[in-house]
């Protein structure tokens, strides 16, 4: 029942709302990874576009003026994770804040020796469990450089990891995928990429992904979307786990437009 009434109010929504054409055509045509779309792809991805716009709120901080062209960017960006997923993988917060450029997050620990730290910090972005995406504008504006960077889809894949808790690089699968196949996949990757990070050895994928798991699913997140034949030539299996997890197939995409 509460599936249907989802439906129809959402029904109701795309009735309504209205995205206006040409910003729409800009947001598509900015990415290599939304100008490969088919047809039906990117109508499905205007249409979550619009139901994303009209559940979360994208705000400026900083003095930072947000208007509509910037929440369409981010929005299409952000969309992409869940172009054959659904909404409600975005469920259970409503808040994107944009700063201008970095901003400085503030952090409390206590280390193994019992030693309490406050550590400041400046941000390209941030995903808080249960709360706001923040992002910097600046860093948001790099996206598709050909480099693999994607601020916006690096903290959105946050919040995909944080369904299930802390964000672990550990997102909840699909029943077709095993937790065993993603475990061994990505932990053999992870562990690989270290070694070469460690050894001072250059890298295709972004070297942040060796911090920790986490921020490996993340960064590789980016690159699969944003250099996804880099990622299927230096990691097949993880490309494989996140085409079954995202239910996409970049690769294929870019191929065919070529």
């Not at 139901?51 to 979360?56: A, G, P, R, S, V």
């Not at 208007?67 to 960006?77: G, P």
Request: hydrophobic content about 45%; aromatic content about 12%.
């Amino acid at each position: 029942m509460l599936s249907a009434f989802r439906t129809w109010r959402r029904g109701r929504i795309l009735g309504r709302a209205a995205l206006d054409d040409s910003l729409w055509a800009a947001a598509t045509g900015r990415y290599s990874f939304t100008r490969s779309l088919s047809a039906d792809e990117r109508a499905r991805l205007r249409d979550l576009v619009v139901l994303f716009l009209h559940e979360k709120t994208i705000t400026g901080a900083a003095e930072l003026a947000v208007d509509d062209e910037m929440r369409v960017l981010i929005a299409a960006q952000a969309c992409m994770l869940i172009l054959n997923l659904d909404l409600d993988w975005y469920r259970g917060w409503a808040e994107i804040i944009v700063y201008p450029d970095e901003f400085v997050a503030e952090h409390d620990y206590v280390d193994e020796d019992g030693v309490a730290h406050n550590v400041r910090e400046p941000m390209s972005g941030e995903s808080w469990l249960a709360g706001p995406v923040i992002l910097s504008w600046a860093d948001a504006e790099q996206a598709d450089g050909g480099g693999g960077y994607n601020v916006v889809v690096h903290e959105f894949a946050h919040k995909l990891d944080m369904l299930n808790g802390d964000a672990n690089g550990f997102p909840p699968l699909h029943r077709d995928m095993t937790r065993a196949d993603w475990a061994a996949t990505f932990t053999d990757a992870y562990r690989d990429l270290c070694r070469k990070v460690d050894g001072r050895r250059q890298t295709r994928i972004d070297p942040y992904a060796a911090e920790s798991p986490a921020e490996f699913f993340a960064v590789l997140s980016e690159a699969f979307f944003e250099i996804p034949g880099v990622v299927r030539d230096d990691y097949p299996g993880v490309y494989g786990q996140l085409a079954a997890f995202y239910r996409q197939d970049p690769a294929a995409r870019l191929e065919r437009q070529i």
